[in-house]
């Protein structure tokens, strides 16, 4: 008998799969099929209606579709105002919170008692970060935070019940758990894999969400009061970002079957971890390292021209020919959130004396918008997307990597919750999209007469 081989196996499986599993590319024209739910013109099929955000980034004008700078709005508020807003209020990301689940501003006490509810239900449960955070700690955070998530379903007494009530129940608890399982599944990274000391610090009350999480991850606990306040403004606007995300959708279509919160949520984070939705800010990071490799002097203007025509002629960095960062599905002129972003970017860098870093980004983006411009041949704007700025930010903030993509977990987790109430709330049909099958009937051939 030969000797079993697991690889080799494998390896005729995988041809199997290129064989059998790839479609005729004109089909899908034939057919006109929205791939990624998008029609010919890049836009979003309309699937489903929703009140909890919009995001606008063009105006319908004598039946013409006109590109504007961009706007986003949370239960009909615009970012900006809301950003403004919370200039003096230290809990921006959770009167935010409030304004998505309940569709309207909070008053004072309304705020002083949301806030207070978060505290308390931010403590994990007895037990829980030994015995699973710390028991089998991962080199992905988001992982951590989907284990963590579907384990809480154990520990509810109830997680199958979706009423409305229990829910929001549901959904509070994890809006204030995220951070603390997210920090303690680093920390647990840092002490096993990386071989530092474990520190564990318990959240602390009367602490805004972005101030425990700075306390959480920083060994000293310290912070600054700008530190914080930057956070804030971006958990704030990464909060929400339309039905349409991908997470967001998914959110959507897990809820339009009647499972649980925790297996809800487990999927979209899995959607968010991708590198083509949450994890694309690690890609600008990681692109301007290679940057910064190969243009030597960051005031030279040419010499970044040249090194981001390179990377559009898949000729430098990941040859993917993307200037990471630059464009977004909706957006065209501008995307307000990294307008925000941009805003207290430039603040943090004078703080941390890294103005000159902070000019290199502003000189790739307006020389990245034009080149993308000349070579699509288009007068179409493409500006900057909010990942191009918030690696920056998080790399001042001190934040590790391997955190980036867990942050906007924290903050998107407020949006999902609002859209799975909203789906709940409406009771709508489940969402099952069609494929159309282009493979051939077959007549089924006994085992002994096949041939390879």
Known sequence: MAEFNLDNILDEYVGFCND??????????????????RDSNGRGVLTGLTEVSDVMGFKVQDGVRLPIPGELYFQGYEVQELVNGFRN?????EETTFLLLFGKLPTEKQLEDFVATLEELRELPGSFNRDVIMKAPSKDMMNVLQKCVLTLYSYDPDPNDISIKNVLTQCLRLIAQFPVMASYGYQAYRHYYQDKSLVIHRPKKGLSTAENILRLLRTDGKYTDLEAKVLDVCLVIHAEHGGGNNSTFTTHVLSSTGTDTYSAVAASLGSLKGPRHGGANLKVQQMFNDLKENVKDWENEDEISEYLQALLDKQAFDKSGLIYGMGHAVYSESDPRAVILKKYARMLSEEKGLEEEFALYDRVERIASELIGIQRRTFKAVSANVDFYSGFVYTMLKLPIEIFTPIFAISRISGWSAHRIEELVNNGKIIRPAYKFVGTHKEYTPIEKRQN
Do not use: A
Not at 20 to 37: A, C, H, M, P, T
Not at 89 to 93: C, D, E, I, T, V
């Open 20 to 37: 059998s599993g790839k479609i005729d590319q004109n089909l899908y024209e034939e057919y006109d099929v929205k791939r990624g739910l």
């Open 89 to 93: 209020n230290k809990y921006g990301f």
